[in-house]
């Protein structure tokens, strides 16, 4: 048995190696692995768990979760920015939902703390949306306000030491020197050992260095059509769509997704390309050649860009006025 524990460690310090090399995780290198072990990610270390697949949260969008390397960190620190105030409400909302697929498997509460500035600016949780598109009952919920934000983290930073929490939100706004990179490892660390994820999420700052593995810019989408039996319904709308980057991360270079939340199946799905016929310029000489590919646009010719800038005659309106 001791030679055997040997030789595992001395594959797994060799996988390292490998992947410091080549630039990416350990994990990505399975090939040969036991089926019954699972990789969790410690700040580009690599922990062996006996529990398959309880390392990830994986989202359900299969190609957004390969570019992560399987998922989310099940525990630790994940960092989430809305680059504006605007997409707070994005960002929040692509939070819960990851975090409702936590719920499904721990009876456990979940924590939202955040600054007074935070909530007052991107609003507060509203308890029947967040049971309806995301199952997270109000007597599931706790919610910690606090003006300053020394205050705010010295709440997270206990509450991540502890086991009994499903989740850990933490909500900031704007810059601040506090979180940095001390803070945010501590934040990971106790997060990390009490086997609990940590979101921070971030209202209008920009990308600063942190301790968390992995940093996603989340930004408000169109929503598409609602599809009924496999067809789109016309004027329809369809569920909440998330742009979202994958500005941070070890796996991959950065990447973007646009995801939409299915509250029904509790699952993330990707968008399908929206309109896959090419646009391109009709010809001014014969038939365009791209005829059959469907919708053209015609750019005008440099006589008519010429023309457009001389005022038409006719009746003149007003700028401000809109026409029926």
């Known amino acids: 048995m001791a030679s055997l524990a040997v030789a595992q460690g001395t594959v797994v310090s060799l996988r390292h190696q490998i992947a410091r ?13 036991p089926a019954d072990i699972d990789l969790l990610r410690h700040h580009g270390l690599a922990t062996h768990y006996g529990n398959p697949g309880g390392g990830f949260l994986a989202t359900g969008a299969r190609r957004f979760d390969a570019a992560l390397g399987g998922g989310l960190p099940g525990a630790g620190l994940t960092e989430i920015h809305a680059p504006g105030t605007r997409d707070a409400g994005a960002a929040a909302a692509f939070t819960l939902a990851v975090i409702s697929l936590l719920l499904e498997k721990t009876p456990a ?19 029947p949306g967040l049971c ?4 997270v009952e109000s007597s599931r919920l706790l919610v910690a306000q606090a003006d300053k934000l020394p ?5 997270a930073e206990q509450a991540a030491g502890l086991s009994g929490f499903a989740a850990i939100l933490l909500e900031t706004r704007g810059r601040s020197a506090r979180l940095d ?8 660390h106790r997060a990390r050992d009490a086997g609990h994820p940590l979101f921070l999420l971030r209202q209008a700052a920009l990308p600063e260095p942190t301790a968390a593995p992995f940093r996603l810019i989340v930004r408000s989408a169109p929503a598409g059509l609602r599809h009924v039996l496999g067809t789109p319904l016309a004027r329809s709308i369809g569920p909440p769509g998330f742009g979202i980057e994958i500005s941070k991360n070890r796996a991959s270079p950065p990447t973007h997704f646009t995801l939409e939340w299915n509250n029904h199946a509790r699952a993330f799905q990707e968008r399908a390309a929206e309109n896959p016929v090419s646009v391109v310029p009709a010809s001014e000489h014969g038939t365009p050649a791209a005829a059959a590919a469907g919708t053209l646009l015609a750019f005008p010719s440099p006589a008519r860009q010429a023309a457009a800038g001389r005022q038409p005659p006719g009746e003149q309106h ?6 029926g």
Do not use: Q
């Open 21 to 33: 090399i080549e630039g990416r995780l350990a994990e990505r290198l399975d090939e040969g692995m």
């Open 109 to 127: 509460p979940v924590l939202w703390a955040g600054t007074t500035e935070s909530f007052r600016e991107a609003g507060y949780p509203y308890p």
């Open 132 to 135: 309806f598109l995301y199952g």
């Open 151 to 155: 205050d705010v983290l010295w709440i």
């Open 181 to 188: 990179l001390t803070a945010t490892r501590r934040l990971h």
């Open 318 to 323: 007003p700028a401000h006025c809109r026409l």
